[in-house]
Structure formats: C-alpha cells, structure tokens
C-alpha cells in the first residue's frame, strides 16, 4: 500500500506539470489511460501532420493503395477479348464493300437469309392491325343516349300540339308553319288585312305592313293573308273565329315548346336539337323517328373504330339515313345521329396477338440461290445482303482476324477504363485489387450474356450492385461504359441494350443511397418499370405505324420490364455473398452489424456489461463528430460497437466491469503482467472478429483505435518497482500497444472518442467551458503524440471533434428537476 501510494503521487505530479486534466482510471486500459502524461506541454507540431484535404476511406481502413498496372492490363486485354469477338471471324468481303474481283458460284446452292428473314418477321409482327370487338357495354350506353334525346324531342312537340293543327284543305301546310313562327306583330297585321278583306298586292310600290317597324309585305304573309280571306268568304263569322282562336292556341304551344327547347340547349348539345323537329308533320316525326333507330341499330352492328374521323362518320350516317327518313328530316337526323353516335369498337388483345404471330409465321424464309458459274458478283459491285449470304456459304466472305479493329477496339476499351479511373479518383478513394476484381467480373458478365445469345442483358444487376457497394457515381459510370463498348462492339438488339442500360442506370444512381434490402428491394421494381417502359418507346418511335402497333410491343416491353425485376432480385440476393467473399461494408452490411441482437454484440452486453456501457457512450460521441466532419458515420457506428469485444476474454481484467469487486491486478502485483492483459484485449479482439467473420474495416477499428498508445499506469508502476529494486531501466514498448496507428479518419474519431469517454464520464457538476478545455488536452496529447499522423484528421478538425464531444456530454448529463422530499415520502393513492 506504500508503494502504490507513492506511485499516485508521482502521477499527480506529472499530470498537473503537463497541465493535463484527466483521471487516470488503473487498471482500465486505454479508456482512461493517456499515452503523453510524460511530455512537456507546447504548441501543436505541424511536422509529419497530413494535410487538410486528405479523407480517410470511408468503406476500406488502410492507407490509399494506387491502380496496380497489372490490373490495368488484365481489365484491357480480358474485356477486349470477350467484347472484341466479331474482330476474331470478321468477313473482309462484307456487305458494302466492293468486290475486288468477279466471283462466280462454285456450285448449286439455296441459303436462306436468315437475317433479312427476321427483320420481315419483325415487322410483320409489329406493322399488322389490330383486331377490333363490338363493346356491347358501349353500344347499349349509346343507344340509352340517343332513346332519351327522341323522348325528350317527343315532349317538345306535345307541348308544340299536333301539326297540321286545322286541315291543308283550310290553310296550307306552309301557310300553318309560317302562322306558328310569325311574331306578334305580324300575326296581327295579317288578322287585320283578312277581316278587312281588301285584296293587297304585294309587290305594289310604297305598300307596307302597318305597324311601327314599316317592313315591305312578304310573299308568306300575303299567302297568308289571301288564304284566310279566301275562307273567311266561304265560313260563317263564327267559323273563321274559331279558326282565329285555333291558330292562337297553336302559336302559344310553339312558342311554349321554343322556349324548352332554348332552355335546355348547351354548347355542347347544341348539334344535336334541330328546331325543324317542330315543323314536322306527326306523320314524318313517327317515320323520322323510326328510321333514326334503324340507322342506329345498322351502324353500331357494322361498329365504328376509335379514331374515325368525323367527316367519314358523318358520310356513313348520310348513306343510312337517306332511305330510311323523309328528305324534310334527314338533316336532323343526320345532326343527331352525328352527335350520339360514338366509337364502339375495342381491341381484342388475345386476338390481336394471334394475328400478328400468324402474320410473322406466314413470312417465307428469305432464300438466296445460285447456280453453279452464276456470277454472284462483279468487279467493283457493292456487296449486297443477298451476295454476302451466298460468299459467305461458300466460304468466299474471306473471314479472318481484324487485327486493326481489334486494336483500335482495345484503345477504345483502354479509354474507357482510364474514363473509369478517372471517375474513382474524383468521387470515390481508390479501391482495393478486390474491389477492381469484382467490378471486373461484373463487367464481363453482360459480354459474356451477348455471346450466349442472351438479349436480356445484366446491366439492372450491374448497376445496384456497383452503386450499393462502391456508389452512384461509379456505378452509373460503369453502366453507361458498358452499354457504349457491348453496343459498338457486339451483335446486340440496341433497343434492348438501351433499354437494360437505362434500368441500370437508374439502379445506380439511386442504389447507393438505400439504407436496407426492402428498400433495395423496392428499387428492383422501379428498374424493372423503367426498363419496359423504355423498351416500349423505343419500339413505337421505331415502327411507321406506332399508333397502331403498340398491343404488339406490350407484351415484349412488359417481359423486358419483368426481366429487369428479375435481375434485380439476382442481385439482391447475390450483395450478401459478394459482401463477404470480397470483404465489402455497404451502408447495409453496416446497419445490419450494428443491430444490438447480433450475437457478439450480446455476448459483450452480457459478459462485459460495464464495457457495453462504455461502448454506447463511445458511439454517441464517435457518431456526432463523424457526421460533423462528414465521415462514413454508419462505418463509424458499427467499428465502435466491435472496438472491446477483446475485453471479453477476461473482463474482470478491466475496470468498468469489476463493479467494486476485489481489483485482479492487486493480487496479481504484476506491471508487466497487467499490461500483457490489457493489450491482449486487442489480439484477442482481432481472433473473435475473424471467427465471426466480421469485414476488415471493421476489424481495423479493434488495433486502430488503441494505436501504439502508452499504457502509463503500469509504465509507472513498473518504473516505480525498478527505482526501488535499484533494477535496470524499464523498456517503454511493452507497456505500449503493437498499433498500428489509426489509418482512416474513421478510426481515429474512435480513439479520440475513446480517450474522452472515461473523463467526460468523471465530469461532475462541472461548467461547459471547463468540459471543453479537458476534452481539448486529451486530443492534444493524442496529437502531440503522433498517433494522428496516418489517419488525415487536421488541427481544425480537432478542435470541431471537442467542440462536438461536449454538446454531446451536455445532452447525456442534462439537469433534472429536484424533487421535494415531501412529495418523494409521498405514497401513491388506491382511489382514482
């Protein structure tokens, strides 16, 4: 007890010369322990500092590797050769070129041109027409439309009265129409002029009708005006008033049926209400109307087509209606009919599809024959398809190996993995010779799927998978690449290409934001929407008769879309085998890590309790710096969680887990011993994270985060011992931690977290300010000793990492209210 009293007043010593605020926890490892309580204090050294626009990886520790010159070439030469194969076979007779000699057939033969033979199938397939069906739901709606415009015409004329309303041998049919529309004034000037019964001529000069408005005579009103004198001289008084009163009742109902029929024309039914409806004889309307029904009938059975236009619709109800309705009518008929009469006809999909499959399979196969000493072609012809197909049967298309365009085929490939270098350098850390492995695979996989005759191309898969693990930017960049090589190089339907690189696309830009696999999930259907709707367009801006052609397209489009689904779902399921063979930590890998029920993570919550405690605490304040200095925060998380899982092979070796039990290291009164057990926490942490097969940059954070930190309580307790042993002098490696020091930004947020966790934790009733003056000379030490070289934090940044550390300790140490003792005393009531 002497010694190890002695042994603390040493520390307090060096500790307030350091000016150092920071209590040393024995026995705790590096969660109190400060690796400088020796140095002096001074300025923060700028010597071997990174500079400020380093950036740690956020997906891989480590230091930043180059692109490997053998990778270079192997992704040249590999992608080359797979996308390069026409160059192998290629025809130097092709079509185009002009043969530079006359060549004749060596035998008989027949061959069919199998390419020619496809595009007419294609376009049989997808220029036929489509079969319509009589929609009878339709039909009968407009038939009930035009049965309530009669009904409602029917009303009218009963409130116009019956016309003729007195016999033709009385007054003409015209003399009764014009009675009935004439105005007021009219009808009582022409009522005048026959009870005065003077003869009137009316193309006499100066005669007018009297009335205020002084209007010439009409030939309809003195027709009128003669007929009614020439009855009123063969009736009585009485008769020809009758006939008055008659043709007064008559006027009212007309003008009653007008106003109606005013009252309930629109804008929009304005074609279809003819007011000569009224003038019809009764006779005429009953002929009318039934010839409107059976023209109706005849051309909703015969069916009308969406599109017609309206002038052939109009032509088809003129032919109907001109044997079936009085010639006086039929311009109303044709009015309503017009109006009524709507396109009935649908597409009949099954039927449709079954005619264009016929169509496509009645196309004969193109055949291309030839007779032996037939000149196929002449001395400086252009090659057509049809002599290419017959060269190249008889083996005379001259293939060989393209070595000019396969060379120029491998710069354009060159190009575009330097484009991609490009790229990774820009927006992303270099990646590992694993990760350019595994992008390397994924590149030959659409080639690969082109040369099997594949047309549904992997490019959806590409896409998520290269944004999920490496990001937009790169991911988009690959399948845009892709797309160009496979499209200049390869026999490939550029429709479909096109298509499958579009669904990628979309697949990487947004893939490396998801945050889960429902969420990948999710996107998987909006590739797949995307790549049939892309697919579709496509096809109806390529057809002459995209407005017809469109049911053709469909079902390929909405395969193509399904097979964009299906693409995803392969890479969906295949990221958790990729993330483990090629050791990656996507944001997902990372959160599933993080999930507090993952087995190592409750073995530490149950075993080292006082560990997990400290952990958490490490997290919160590791989590806020890194998002404040925009750092991979769910790398950051998930490294901390896994820091002290090493703590588990002996946790009682550590302070936060004795729980003022009896103290190990007391009665093992060994300094070295003691430090063996504390760093053993690091390599026993690194054996648990292999067999648990967690990613390598989380098994950085487990050495990283300790560095080659001084253990400085047992430093001087064995320093102690040697004085009074008069023994040699101690060596400061062992009671050192092997390293390596932080190498990413990550990792060391981690160790600064680390260090400040135990003094923040001790803190008690203490201001902000001083908060912050106890967290910056914890990360001054670290700095001033060197375990910040590697890891590309700045001095600026340090000091936002404090800053960052204390708001963090103000939101877990906030005040409470005190409650009063009386209330505390206070039991709760059994009655509401």
């Keep these: 007890m002497k010694t190890l009293h002695s042994l603390t007043q040493q520390l307090n010593h060096l500790r307030q010369k350091s000016e150092q605020f920071c209590t040393i926890l024995p026995f705790g490892g590096s969660d109190a322990d400060l690796s400088s309580d020796q140095k ?33 070439v192997l992704a040249v030469v590999s992608l080359t050769s797979v996308m390069g194969n026409r160059f192998y076979n290629q025809p130097t007779l092709d079509v185009g070129r002009e043969a530079p000699y006359t060549i004749p057939a060596p035998f008989d033969a027949s061959v069919e041109d199998t390419k020619t033979t496809e595009e007419k199938r294609k376009a049989a397939r997808t220029g036929s027409f489509p079969v319509l069906m009589i929609d009878q739901s339709l039909t009968q709606e407009i038939s009930q439309n ?30 009764q129409q014009y009675l009935r529309q004439s105005k007021e004034w009219e009808w009582q000037a022409i009522v005048a002029f026959a009870e005065d019964n ?36 063969i009736v009585s ?57 059976g023209a109706t009938l005849n051309i909703l059975t015969q069916g009308i087509p969406p599109g017609l236009p309206s002038d052939l619709l109009e032509d088809a109800v003129t032919v109907q209606v001109s044997t079936l309705i009085p010639a006086e009518a039929q311009p109303l008929a044709i009015k309503l009919l017009t109006y009524n009469l709507k396109p009935n006809l649908i597409e009949d999909k099954e039927q449709t599809k079954r005619r264009a499959e016929q169509a496509a399979l009645a196309v004969e196969p193109v055949m291309v024959t030839a007779v032996e000493g037939e000149v196929i072609v002449a001395e400086g012809e252009a090659i057509t398809q049809a002599d290419f197909v017959l060269l190249d049967h008889y083996g005379l298309s001259r293939r060989e190996i393209n070595w000019i365009g396969l060379i120029g085929f491998g710069g354009l490939v060159t190009g575009a993995v330097g484009i991609f270098w490009l790229v990774e350098r820009q927006v992303h850390p270099p990646l590992r010779r694993r990760d350019h492995i595994l992008v390397l695979l994924l590149s030959w996989s659409t080639p690969v799927l082109a040369l099997l005759g594949g047309q549904y191309n992997s490019l959806p898969a590409i896409g998520l998978l290269v944004g999920s693990f490496y990001g937009s930017s790169l991911g988009a960049t690959l399948v845009i690449l892709l797309t160009g090589l496979v499209t200049f190089s390869m026999e490939v339907s550029w ?27 999710l996107l998987g259907g909006v590739v797949g929407l995307t790549q049939g709707s892309v697919n579709l367009l496509l096809n109806l801006i390529m057809s002459a008769s995209a407005g017809t052609i469109w049911y053709a397209v469909l079902p390929g489009a909405a395969l193509y879309g399904v097979a964009g689904l299906a693409w995803s779902i392969v890479a969906l ?59 991979n925060v769910e790398l ?30 007391d009665q093992i009164n060994d300094p070295w011993k003691s430090a063996a057990i504390i760093k053993k926490h690091v390599t026993e942490g690194l054996v648990m994270a292999r067999k648990h097969q967690l990613p390598k940059a989380i098994r950085d954070f487990i050495p990283e985060h300790q560095g ?33 020091i932080p190498q990413s930004r990550e990792t060391g947020i981690v160790m600064l977290a680390d260090a400040c966790e135990a003094a923040l934790r001790s803190l008690k009733d203490v201001t902000p300010d001083t908060a912050l003056i106890t967290v910056k000379k914890i990360l001054k030490a670290r700095w001033e000793d060197n375990q910040l070289v590697d890891s590309g934090l700045t001095k600026e940044e340090l000091l936002t990492t404090a800053e960052v550390f204390v708001k963090v300790w103000q939101q877990c140490n906030h005040q409470r209210i005190a409650y009063p003792k009386a209330a505390l005393s206070c039991q709760p009531s059994s009655k509401v």
């Design 40 to 72: 002096k204090p001074g300025h923060w050294s700028k010597q071997n500092r990174p500079s400020s626009g380093q950036k740690g990886n956020p997906r891989h520790s480590g230091k930043r590797q180059g692109r490997s010159p053998v990778m270079v």
């Design 146 to 175: 035009l049965q309530q415009s009669l009904e409602k015409m029917d009303e009218w004329r009963q409130v116009s009265g019956s016309f003729p309303f007195v016999p033709t041998s009385v007054l003409s049919a015209t003399t």
């Design 198 to 233: 003077a003869p009137i001529n009316p193309f006499a000069p100066g005669v007018v009708i009297p009335n205020r408005e002084k209007k010439p005579l009409t030939r309809a009103f003195t027709q009128a005006v003669s007929e009614l004198q020439s009855y009123r001289q």
């Design 237 to 293: 008084a009485q008769a020809f008033s009758e006939l008055i009163e008659t043709i007064n009742l008559a006027r009212q109902g007309y003008q009653q049926a007008l106003a109606q029929v005013s009252s309930s024309v629109t804008s929009e039914s304005t074609p279809a209400y003819d007011l000569s409806l009224l003038d019809l004889s009764d006779s005429a309307w009953q002929e009318t109307r039934q010839g409107i029904k």
């Design 495 to 521: 429709e479909f290409l096109i298509a499958g690189g579009t669904g990628g696309l979309v697949g990487a830009l947004i893939a490396g934001r998801m945050r889960s696999r429902e969420e990948l999930a």
């Design 573 to 631: 399921g295949l990221s958790p085998y990729l993330e483990r063979l090629f050791d990656l930590v996507t944001p997902i890998r990372l959160a599933e890590l993080s999930n507090p029920n993952r087995s190592l993570l409750k073995r530490l919550a149950t075993e080292a309790p006082g560990t997990f405690q400290h952990t958490l605490f490490v997290a919160s304040l590791a989590e806020a710096a890194a998002r404040e200095l925009h750092c």
């Design 636 to 665: 950051v998380r998930a490294g901390t969680l896994y820091h002290d899982i090493g703590k588990m092979h002996d946790p009682l070796g550590f302070i936060e887990n004795q729980m003022g039990g009896p103290n190990k290291h």
């Design 708 to 740: 080659k930190l001084l253990i400085s309580y047992f430093y001087f307790q064995a320093k102690q011992r040697i004085q009074e042993e008069a023994g040699e002098s101690v060596n400061e490696v062992d009671f050192r931690y092997d390293g390596p």
